[in-house]
């Protein structure tokens, strides 16, 4: 069990701005936080580890004033403090970024950022001249060249989430509580992230950091804690632990991601991509993907890695219906499936796990059972009716395998942590009994416990004859299960290697620097 006051004794003396002090928290029947004490420091970095559904998010909506604690006191620089909502949190200096995005994509960059908090002229009206002034200032200052009238919904999810980030600069918190901040960044904008956050800690502003990245963590952290089960079980400053010390206090062992499965025959290539041409809806003239082919086996487990715009999303995302390509053909089992829709490709057996899962892969007011049965509903509808049982038998068994950690099928889908939302994504598809599956960046907010279930899954589907499809920015996945790495780069294969590859040779085929 965590202790704080030898948590006291170890870290700096640094101020404590912010404590939480015998937290608990429950939703129902479940007990989410027990007797949690964490404290956050003055200009430091504190990282909060812990696996999917072990209460990080719990305890950071209830130190930035989203759910109301069930017992405990939070203390503001030795006052107690209580809140009703973000915006009392807010107004004493907290600020928290979510997992999910909570952007509005009808609305502009400035609007997002200044949604809520209008400026406004001595005339009342609101000063649009001044917010994009100050927009485009952020973005400057997060290296990221986004025009601040750009409409949101035409931004990659790496793009969103550096104006998510932009919106909390822009209130000039005291506490930045960054919850998974680089899921979907590129090692050049986590570079530029880690800079802003250096600078602001130079300011005195406190961070609390979490992120599945362990290795990433590491580099920014200046203390650490551990939680799980809702318990805090473990604390040390940055001088005293590493990638082992984290691994074994999140999970009770030390493990790696696996290696390709072996000792069977792939089977005929299941899907053959051929000459694809996607065109850039942005820039005219330009292909995203430009001119690629490539082959999938039966049984064969391939990696495609790239930095972000190399073109990876677009390239499964036309594969499996969402975007038209522009040339070129693609073919399910020697079958030509160009010309389907998705539902038809899905019917074939062709899926995708899409890397932005609140917006594409879930439907939110639907329960944990509703969302896993969605894509596989014909398979227990006959004559228009539903076989109730036949569906809670197969949500029954998608719950087991993927391992979601939920109450059951009648669960709300906003119950599960988003590691647990992935897994329900995966389960779906999986439930269709699909001969190709593609995912897109398929461990974004996915723990190392999670993240190493899954890739098992991979394997095993692999070994019963799935031909498997993934896209990473992590090379450490591309050195997994992998029995071929796939380099995008511009929109085109720039190198492919077996599973001897290292990592500086997948890096320099990609364009991205080794030191990064």
């Known amino acids: 069990m965590y202790n704080n006051q030898k948590s006291k004794a170890k870290t700096t003396s640094r101020e404590v701005i912010l404590s939480a002090r015998n937290v608990e928290k429950r939703f129902g029947a479940v007990q989410a936080l027990k007797e949690v004490n964490f404290d956050i420091h003055r200009g430091l970095v504190t990282t909060l580890f812990g696996e999917n559904g072990a209460g990080k998010s719990t305890l950071m909506k209830i130190l930035s004033g989203v759910i109301p604690q069930t017992a405990g006191d939070i203390v503001l620089e030795g006052k107690n403090v209580c809140f009703s909502s973000p915006s009392d949190a807010e107004a004493l200096g907290i600020t928290i970024i979510h997992q999910e995005l909570s952007l509005a994509p009808n609305l502009n960059v400035r609007d997002n950022i200044f949604m809520g908090r209008e400026l406004t002229k001595i005339s009342g009206s609101v000063d649009y001249s001044e ?217 074939r057996g062709l899926v995708l796990v899409p890397e932005d899962r609140q917006r594409d892969g879930l439907v939110a007011t639907m329960t944990v059972g509703r969302n896993l049965s969605l894509a596989s509903i014909n398979a227990f509808t006959r004559k228009g009716l539903t076989s109730s049982s036949l569906e809670e038998g197969m949500v029954a068994s998608a719950i087991n ?64 004859g799935l031909a498997v499809v993934f896209t990473t920015s992590e090379v450490s996945e591309c050195l997994s299960i992998p029995h071929r790495v796939v380099v995008m780069s511009k929109g085109r294969i720039s190198a492919e290697f077996g599973p001897g590859v290292s990592k500086e040779e997948i890096m320099a085929a990609s364009g991205e620097s080794v030191a990064a």
């Open 131 to 347: 917010e994009a002034r100050q927009a485009e200032l952020l973005m400057k200052e997060l290296d990221e060249p986004i025009h601040p009238l750009t409409p949101v919904e035409d931004l990659r999810v790496g793009q969103q989430q550096i104006v998510e980030i932009a919106r909390a600069l822009s209130k000039k918190s005291r506490i930045l509580i960054m919850d998974e901040p680089t899921s979907a960044l590129s090692a050049s904008e986590v570079e530029t992230l880690f800079k802003v956050v250096r600078d602001l800690k130079s300011k005195g502003v406190s961070i609390v950091y979490i992120s599945h990245h362990l290795e990433e963590a590491l580099q920014i952290t200046d203390h650490a804690v551990v939680l799980r089960d809702g318990v805090m079980t473990a604390y040390a400053p940055r001088c005293e632990i590493d990638l082992q010390w984290i691994v074994r206090h999140m999970v009770g062992e030390s493990f790696d991601l696996g290696s390709p499965p072996e000792g069977y025959e792939q089977g005929d290539i299941a899907l053959s991509i051929q000459h694809l041409c996607v065109s850039d809806d942005n820039v005219a003239d330009r292909y995203v993907v430009d001119d690629l082919s490539l082959d999938v086996r039966a049984g064969e487990i391939v990696c495609i890695y790239g930095l972000m715009g190399a073109g990876r999303t677009e390239l499964l995302e036309c594969v499996a219906g969402r975007v038209r390509q522009s040339e070129g053909k693609i073919l399910l089992q020697s079958q030509e499936v160009s010309h389907y829709n998705i539902a038809q490709r899905i019917e």
């Open 401 to 464: 395998k993927v391992h979601i950690k939920t109450d059951g099928g009648e669960a709300e889908i906003g119950s599960l942590s988003g590691g647990n939302q992935q897994k329900v994504v995966i389960g779906k598809m999986l439930a269709t009994n699909p001969d190709v599956f593609m995912l897109d960046e398929p461990s974004r907010g996915i723990d190392i416990g999670a993240k190493a279930e899954v890739f098992k899954l991979l394997s095993e589907g692999a070994r019963e």
